[in-house]
């Protein structure tokens, strides 16, 4: 039986929701560390439609978030320093094996590996919190930065080894690259601060709440509360906001270019919420980020031209990025460093299960149901207000970890 023809809206239906499918996997994988270029050509090796291609990104973003709390717990254990190594000359062979896989099995199998293995920023955010005290704010915003644009340039650099190569070398130049050059420097400039003389003889605790005591505070609950909203929104205007700008008429190629507005608006906002959170001492620091993302997001319900959309989406990536960044400083504040890894690692599979994973589904069923974009427009906004006023529920810092920490 031939198919009914399409109309001019249900053809658009149809697009918008291929681009927030694609957009839904890169989101994943940039978020993951694993080349989103090459997921193309794995659909093509294997005749995969979009849907089994998420299935796989979503598969590794579990197994990240999942094994975040037992790498958590491994870091307070045995050291940043050791789990890190560890971890990348595992990682190595990993990412090589993908360069000889033959069968569907083999490649999930090795996704989900890569997944358990892969140690995220817990690592670097417990060294760093035992180097710096006083601007521990902006040794997490310049981290963030990092990331931010490292994220982009490795995603960049996969695209062109894979256009010259091939996906399948270009997973055996990231084998070597992470167990010739990535391990060597983590092994050379990758240290924990060494514990002073005076405090040797003494038992080796530091300062702070166990990961059961933290649970039982509403400010852990607070935190992970504002952390899965933020991340929700800003990770759902990443996945969809290429067809909520077509849906305001732009061009493709115009949505790119305005949805690229979220990235620098995020890499802007680390180095710049980093220092203010060490100048202020109070939580309410991240509340401006938040009303900053509340206008973003306001100007978004009205815009429709390039300018002001653009404004929209880059205060949005500010604010929502500066909010979401302040996680690991909160954490060592409020809790302090002595199980701050198990503590971080919890926060994790809130992060990735249910703001990225469940909330792009989200906001793509509240689209399939209305047939628009505004409905789940509004739900964002509706996001970003709740986050901001659990904000006001955040007391001061407990000033008796940081002076604890001081040396």
């Keep these: 039986?031939?198919?009914?023809?399409?109309?001019?809206?249900?053809?658009?239906?149809?697009?918008?929701?291929?681009?927030?499918?694609?957009?839904?996997?890169?989101?994943?994988?940039?978020?993951?560390?694993?080349?989103?270029?090459?997921?193309?050509?794995?659909?093509?090796?294997?005749?995969?439609?979009?849907?089994?291609?998420?299935?796989?990104?979503?598969?590794?973003?579990?197994?990240?978030?999942?094994?975040?709390?037992?790498?958590?717990?491994?870091?307070?254990?045995?050291?940043?320093?050791?789990?890190?190594?560890?971890?990348?000359?595992?990682?190595?062979?990993?990412?090589?094996?993908?360069?000889?896989?033959?069968?569907?099995?083999?490649?999930?199998?090795?996704?989900?590996?890569?997944?358990?293995?892969?140690?995220?920023?817990?690592?670097?955010?417990?060294?760093?919190g035992g180097w710096f005290v006083q601007r521990r704010g902006m040794a997490y915003g310049l981290l963030g930065l990092g990331f931010g644009i490292g994220g982009p340039f490795g995603l960049w650099v996969g695209h062109v080894c894979i256009e010259a190569w091939g996906w399948r070398t270009t997973y055996l130049v990231y084998g070597v690259l992470e167990g010739g050059v990535a391990l060597p420097l983590l092994w050379w400039l990758f240290r924990e601060r060494a514990v002073p003389a005076v405090q040797q003889a003494a038992p080796a605790v530091e300062p702070g709440m166990s990961e059961f005591e933290a649970w039982r505070t509403p400010t852990f609950w607070l935190l992970l509360i504002n952390q899965v909203l933020t991340v929700f929104v800003v990770s759902g205007v990443m996945t969809h906001g290429v067809p909520m700008l077509i849906e305001r008429e732009l061009t493709r190629g115009q949505a790119a270019t305005v949805l690229s507005a979220l990235s620098i608006g995020m890499v802007v906002s680390q180095p710049l919420m980093g220092g203010l959170m060490d100048r202020f001492q109070t939580p309410r620091v991240a509340l401006p980020f938040a009303l900053i993302a509340v206008l973003g997001m306001l100007i978004f319900e009205s815009a429709n031209g390039f300018a002001g959309l653009w404004l929209s989406i880059f205060l949005i990536g500010l604010g929502g990025g500066g909010e979401s960044g302040t996680t690991k400083y909160f954490i060592a504040r409020y809790f302090g460093l002595r199980r701050f890894s198990v503590i971080y690692g919890a926060v994790q599979p809130f992060t990735f299960a249910l703001s990225i994973s469940l909330g792009a589904w989200l906001i793509g069923a509240l689209y399939d149901q209305t047939g628009s974009y505004e409905l789940a427009e509004w739900t964002l906004l509706g996001a970003f207000l709740l986050a901001t006023l659990i904000l006001l529920g955040f007391r001061p810092y407990p000033s008796p970890y940081l002076t604890a920490c001081v040396v």
């Design 1 to 128: 039986m031939a198919s009914p023809p399409k109309t001019a809206a249900s053809g658009s239906k149809i697009n918008n929701r291929t681009s927030a499918n694609a957009a839904r996997y890169s989101t994943l994988i940039k978020a993951s560390g694993v080349p989103a270029s090459s997921c193309s050509c794995l659909s093509d090796e294997f005749s995969w439609d979009r849907a089994q291609v998420v299935l796989l990104v979503t598969l590794f973003g579990l197994a990240v978030a999942l094994s975040s709390p037992v790498k958590g717990w491994l870091i307070d254990r045995w050291g940043a320093r050791r789990l890190m190594l560890v971890s990348t000359a595992l990682l190595a062979p990993l990412l090589m094996g993908l360069a000889i896989i033959e069968e569907v099995w083999q490649l999930r199998g090795l996704f989900l590996l890569l997944g358990i293995v892969a140690p995220g920023n817990m690592p670097y955010g417990k060294i760093l």
